[in-house]
C-alpha cells in the first residue's frame, strides 16, 4: 500500500488477555517504530527495528511488552497480560533509512481499550 | 522529564491570520526538529523539520524558526485556513538519542471561518 497500515483500528479486550497488533510499514522501509500515545499527551516511544533487529527497545514499559519483525518488514506488537493502563493508541511509522535526519510516516493507530 | 514542551494546549486563529505554534526543549543534544499535524483518528503527518545547522526553514505557508540558545522552535501558519484545525506536534531528535523521536503534548489549532 500507499502508506503505514496498522491493524485493527480498534481492539478491546478483557484485563488479562494476550493482544497482538500488527503494523505494514512503507514497503522498502528499513526502519520501523512503535510508539505509544494517551489521551492529551503526545506519542511515546516504544520500539525502533532497522531491518529484522529490534536496534532500540528501550522504551518498551515493560516484559509484558515485546514486539518483532522476522522477515524485516511487517512487525507485531505484543502484549501479555494486559491492564488497564496498557489502554492507549499504538501507533506505528516507518522510515526509509532510520537515523537522525530522517522524516518518520506514520499510520492510523491502533486504540486499545483494556476493559 | 519532559525533554520537549509544548506549554499551549490550544490556540484559536481567525481564517487569515497567523498562527505561532510553540515549542521549547531542554536537551541540548537535540539536532533536528519536526513538526506533525494529526487530525482526530488519524496517525500523525509529517509538516516540516529543521536541521540545528539552520534557523529558518520555509515551505509554502509553513515556516519554522529555530533558536537554539533560548532552546526553542516556533511553526508559523500564514495565512491560517479552517483545514489546518489540527493537533501540532512538536518532535525531536538526536545523536545520543538515535532514530527514536521525542515528542511535546501538543497544541490543538483551531481556524475560525
Known amino acids: 500500500g500507499a502508506g503505514v497500515s496498522q491493524t485493527p483500528s480498534n481492539k478491546v479486550t478483557e484485563k488479562g488477555k494476550y493482544v497482538e497488533l500488527r503494523c505494514d510499514p512503507i514497503s522498502g522501509h528499513t526502519a520501523l517504530y512503535w510508539y505509544r500515545q494517551s489521551l492529551g499527551q503526545g506519542p511515546e516511544f516504544l520500539i525502533y527495528f532497522q531491518g529484522t533487529g529490534a536496534a532500540d527497545d528501550s522504551g518498551l514499559p515493560n516484559d509484558r511488552f515485546f514486539a518483532v519483525r522476522p522477515e524485516g518488514s511487517v512487525s507485531t506488537l505484543k502484549i501479555q497480560r494486559t491492564e488497564r493502563g496498557d489502554s492507549a493508541m499504538y501507533l506505528c511509522a516507518s522510515s526509509l533509512t532510520g537515523g537522525t535526519n530522517t522524516e518518520a510516516f506514520f499510520g492510523q493507530g491502533t486504540r486499545l481499550t483494556v476493559v | 522529564d519532559q525533554q520537549v514542551k509544548q506549554n499551549s494546549p490550544s490556540l484559536s486563529v481567525q481564517e487569515g491570520r497567523i498562527s505561532i505554534l510553540n515549542c521549547d526543549y531542554t536537551?541540548?543534544?537535540?539536532?533536528?526538529f519536526l513538526w506533525y499535524k494529526k487530525y482526530p483518528a488519524e496517525g500523525p503527518t509529517f509538516l516540516i523539520s529543521?536541521?540545528?545547522?539552520?534557523d529558518k526553514n520555509e515551505d509554502g505557508r509553513f515556516t519554522v524558526f529555530l533558536n537554539k540558545s533560548a532552546k526553542h522552535l516556533s511553526l508559523h501558519i500564514v495565512p491560517s485556513q479552517p483545514g489546518d484545525s489540527a493537533v501540532y506536534f512538536c518532535?525531536?531528535?538526536?545523536?545520543?538519542?538515535?532514530?527514536?523521536?521525542?515528542f511535546g503534548e501538543g497544541t490543538q489549532l483551531t481556524v475560525n471561518p
Open positions: 518532535a525531536a531528535s538526536g545523536e545520543t538519542s538515535g532514530s527514536r523521536l521525542t
Open positions: 536537551n541540548s543534544m537535540f539536532d533536528y
Open positions: 529543521i536541521s540545528s545547522i539552520k
